[in-house]
């Protein structure tokens, strides 16, 4: 997997929506599963969100279940996160990460490779 860059994030008031984007440098796009991760100030980082490789199954963290939405466009080497009825504590800097196996998983341990991060603030 080479490099992982997020876009996407900014500042929204509370209700309102963004997508983060996630872009990766890779001929083997599919073999990755992807997942989104956050990170509040003086918190731990946190999962989000995951796809699989084909796209086929995802895992959300209870906070937002109903609100995100995670997806892949495996032509594009993209993955997005929908981000819907926002909430200060949404506040975060949100990353991407991938790891070298199709299956989902939660624990940011299991994840190889990082993007930078994206700021996301929820103003309320």
């Known amino acids: 997997q080479g490099q992982l860059v997020e876009s996407g994030g900014g500042l929204v008031q509370a209700g309102g929506s963004l997508r983060l984007s996630c872009s990766a440098s890779?001929?083997?796009?599919?073999?990755?599963?992807m997942g989104w991760f956050r990170q509040a100030p003086g918190k731990e980082r946190e999962f989000v969100a995951a796809i699989s490789g084909s796209g086929a199954n995802t895992e959300y963290t209870d906070s937002v279940k109903g609100r995100f939405t995670i997806s892949r466009d495996n032509a594009k080497n993209v993955i997005y996160l929908q981000m819907n009825s926002l909430k200060p504590e949404d506040t975060a800097v949100y990353y991407c990460?991938?790891?070298?196996?199709?299956?989902?998983?939660?624990?940011?341990?299991?994840?190889?490779?990082w993007g930078q991060g994206t700021q996301v603030t929820v103003s309320s």
């Open positions: 990460a991938s790891r070298v196996w199709s299956e989902i998983e939660t624990g940011k341990d299991a994840y190889d490779y």
């Open positions: 890779t001929r083997t796009f599919t073999r990755y599963a």
